[in-house]
Nanobody
Framework: QLQLVESGGGLVQPGGSLRLSCAAS????????IGWFRQAPGKEREGVSC???????YYADSVKGRFTISRDKIKNTVYLQMNNLKPTDTAVYYC????????????????????WGQGTQVTVSS
């Protein structure tokens, strides 16, 4: 059964750090584009970061220099290290797998992704 499971969310003060994990079963993560998205209340889901099968990583401008995506092939897990967190980073974070082949211009489009995890809440507040 194909499944993505996120973990690692929580409550953190501004300037703090969290590491999110996206563990997969039923698929090999390094064969696909894996994206991290987030959705704040009342807002659309937005792309945060992604990594393709070649290992190239991509970031939204709002998180460049603060977030880092990585993967562990043995654990079949993709991570999102989030540093210097801001209140504007507060959202539910989702990981997703893109099975169809698209150019990089689609990497931050949620409609291009085929399988989603259940999400993990990140709250940045003092």
């Amino acid at each position: 059964q194909l499944q993505l499971v996120e973990s690692g969310g929580g409550l953190v003060q501004p300037g703090g750090s969290l590491r999110l994990s996206c563990a997969a079963s039923g698929l090999t993560l390094d064969s696909y584009v894996i994206g991290w998205f987030r959705q704040a209340p009342g807002k659309e889901r937005e792309g945060v970061s992604c990594m393709n099968s070649d290992g190239s990583s991509y970031y939204a401008d709002s998180v460049k220099g603060r977030f880092t995506i990585s993967r562990d092939k043995i654990k079949n897990t993709v991570y999102l290290q989030m540093n210097n967190l801001k209140p504007t980073d507060t959202a539910v974070y989702y990981c997703a797998a893109q099975f169809r082949r698209y150019s990089s211009s689609w990497y931050f489009d949620p409609s291009a992704y085929d399988n989603w995890g259940q999400g993990t809440q990140v709250t940045v507040s003092s």
